[in-house]
């Protein structure tokens, strides 16, 4: 089995800056892509950014140009860096990864972490 665990969730003012990580752990070969999502109350889980294996990222336009995703492959971790937060912002934050557990397995397994909460207040 895989974990993800996510971490740096918390409560921040307009304007200011938080960092998330995800690490994962377990039957883990290797790791493709990995991102994060986010649902805030009364509204569907979306995409915020994903990465690469090979560090090509894509994000949601609603947060180009003030958060950042990056990762450590030698530490199986994910990060994302929030800056400029907005109350829109505010949702819990999913970390995701796709993960292949061994080397003879074809494929990959798509887990989830618990979530993590971000709350932005103005």
């Known amino acids: 089995q895989v974990q993800l665990v996510e971490s740096g969730g918390g409560l921040v003012q307009a304007g200011g800056s938080l960092r998330l990580s995800c690490a994962a752990s377990g039957s883990i070969f290797s790791i493709n892509d990995m991102g994060w999502y986010r649902q805030a109350p009364r509204k569907q889980r979306e995409l915020v950014a994903r990465?690469?294996?090979?560090?090509?990222?894509n994000y949601a336009d609603s947060v180009k140009g003030r958060f950042t995703v990056s990762r450590d492959n030698a530490k199986n971790t994910v990060y994302l860096q929030m800056n400029s937060l907005k109350p829109e912002d505010t949702a819990v934050y999913y970390c995701n990864a796709d993960v292949r557990p061994r080397e003879w397995f074809n494929g990959f397994n798509n887990y989830w972490g618990q979530g993590t909460q971000v709350t932005v207040s103005s």
């Open positions: 990465i690469t294996s090979g560090g090509g990222t």
